[in-house]
């Protein structure tokens, strides 16, 4: 099994471009969320999901776009890259029914670096 | 809003001795969850183990237990034997059991060293 996989692992961006990293689950989880981690900040969330068409807000939404048109796909997009968003990106995912086992326990992907310059 | 407190930025540990994690957490629930996660060099999130919040017993894993004192709202990590491969980010986690979000959130990591 795959389990959450996210592209790219790197990538450096320039300030005011624009880019979008990919999160894909094969475990038909229904719950998938964005977390960003900065030094000593451990981490913190960005947008998360409930569903297919349903997104909402976390901590840290501005500058990021989210949508969610499968169960399987939750991209994030940047927006006008700034050196602010220089950060590690997690996508993770769960099941949102408490009746499953694990369904409070979250799968992490491998993370992004971003760096805006 | 929940927080969680780990109070220690950086921990050392001697191969094969124990070694305690701190973590305090602040809510109004009285259901939740509480997790710690590994993050080793390669960045990968790992649980290393979790804890009902309605549960009186603490959960273990092999080598990796918790002391949950919920009145305290203490939630520490005990690593016995510790081992080089131990060596890594551990970060803290609350989840509250009732609502439709299942948002988790996280301390601010403690880095663990282990010495040979």
């Known amino acids: 099994n795959a389990g959450v996989t996210q592209t790219p692992k790197f990538r450096i961006l320039k300030i005011g471009q624009s880019m979008t990293l990919q999160c894909t689950q094969d475990?038909?989880?229904?719950?998938m969320y964005w977390y960003r981690q900065d030094p000593g900040m451990g981490l913190k969330l960005i947008y998360y999901s409930v569903g297919a068409g349903i997104t909402d807000k976390g901590e840290v939404p501005n500058g990021y776009n989210v949508s969610r048109s499968t169960t399987e796909d939750f991209p994030l997009r940047l927006e006008l890259a700034a050196p602010s968003q220089t950060s590690v990106y997690f996508c993770?995912?769960?099941?949102?029914?408490?009746?499953?086992?694990?369904?409070?326990?979250?799968?992490f992907g491998a993370g992004s670096r971003l760096t805006v310059l | 809003a929940q927080t969680v407190t780990q109070s220690q930025p950086e921990m050392s540990v001697q191969e094969a001795e124990t070694v305690t994690l701190s973590c305090t957490y602040d809510t109004s629930e009285s259901d939740y969850y509480l997790f710690w996660y590994k993050q080793p060099p390669s960045r990968q999130m790992i649980l290393v183990i979790r804890q009902e919040a309605y549960k009186q017993q603490n959960a273990t894993e092999n080598r990796f237990s918790v002391n949950f004192q919920k009145a305290a709202k203490s939630f520490s990590l005990k690593i016995s034997d510790s081992q080089l491969g131990d060596a890594a980010m551990y970060f803290c986690?609350?989840?509250?059991?009732?609502?439709?979000?299942?948002?988790?959130?996280f301390g601010k990591g403690t880095l663990l060293t282990v010495n040979p």
């Open positions: 993770a995912s769960s099941y949102g029914d408490r009746a499953r086992s694990g369904a409070n326990v979250l799968t």
């Open positions: 986690a609350y989840r509250p059991m009732r609502g439709s979000n299942y948002k988790l959130t």
């Open positions: 475990m038909n989880h229904n719950y």
